[in-house]
């Protein structure tokens, strides 16, 4: 079955580099999305890879993917106390159905 | 461009009541996705609906049902309704065709349902 992993916390200093990382078992995965969470609201599509791609950089977010291992992982450069929130790596197999990771709670230190 | 927007923003009901949800998708999207979030559960897919046809249903009973009118907007009922349905409710929508890349879909505010 579909199965995606995201570490529970992270904790980073303002300025500093965060690295949130997922793993997935599902290897028919066409897009793989980043999503973001903010308390009390939806969720905020970031950024997308697709499969076929090592990297994508969007201004101070860049997604890694290496299918070999099946892991996801999405850099956020200079990190900003706004970026304090819940992100959640889902992808896409057939169809239009999201399979999320359980998210990770990412806080921002001043 | 407006988003995606979801009525009513917070519900409170109780036990075997049932519920109406809508959700008005982006201008041009025919496609409209629910998931439910709970604490332990996570994000769980419930259905998708396109051109007013269920496309895709996840793992829920059959309480859970759903339909889109042609103006591509969609509601979502529960009913008989248990401790358990408590949880927020997200709606997103997409074109719903790849043609040109991914179908992204983009999220509304979501429906915060109680059960008491």
């Known amino acids: 079955g579909e199965d995606v992993e995201q570490s529970l916390f992270l904790s980073v200093r303002e300025g500093d580099s965060s690295v949130i990382n997922c793993t997935y078992t599902?290897?028919?995965?066409?897009?793989l999305y980043w999503y973001k969470q903010e308390p009390g609201a939806g969720l905020q599509l970031l950024t997308y890879?697709?499969?076929?791609?090592d990297m994508k950089q969007d201004q101070r977010l860049t997604v890694l993917l290496n299918k070999k291992d099946k892991h996801l992982s999405l850099r956020i450069a200079d990190t900003q106390t706004g970026d304090s929130a819940i992100y959640f790596c889902?992808?896409?197999?057939?169809?239009?159905?999201?399979?999320f990771g359980g998210g990770t709670r990412v806080l921002v230190k001043p | 461009k407006a988003g995606v927007t979801q009525t009513p923003r917070y519900l409170i009901k109780t036990r075997g009541q049932q519920v109406t949800l809508s959700c008005s998708p982006i201008?041009?999207?025919?496609?409209v996705s629910w998931y439910q979030q709970t604490p332990g559960q996570g994000l769980q897919f419930l259905f998708e609906?396109?051109?007013?046809?269920?496309?895709n249903k996840g793992n829920f009973p059959g309480r859970f049902s759903g339909r889109q009118f042609s103006n591509s907007r969609s509601e979502m009922n529960v009913s008989t309704l248990e401790l358990g349905d408590s949880a927020l409710y997200l709606c997103?929508?997409?074109?719903?065709?790849?043609?040109?890349?991914?179908?992204?879909?983009?999220f509304g505010p979501g429906t915060r349902l109680t059960v008491l």
């Open positions: 997103a929508s997409s074109r719903g065709t790849t043609s040109g890349g991914t179908d992204t879909q983009y």
């Open positions: 599902d290897s028919s995965s066409t897009y």
């Open positions: 890879i697709f499969s076929n791609m």
């Open positions: 889902a992808f896409k197999a057939a169809g239009n159905k999201l399979t």
């Open positions: 201008s041009g999207h025919r496609s």
């Open positions: 609906y396109f051109s007013e046809t269920q496309r």
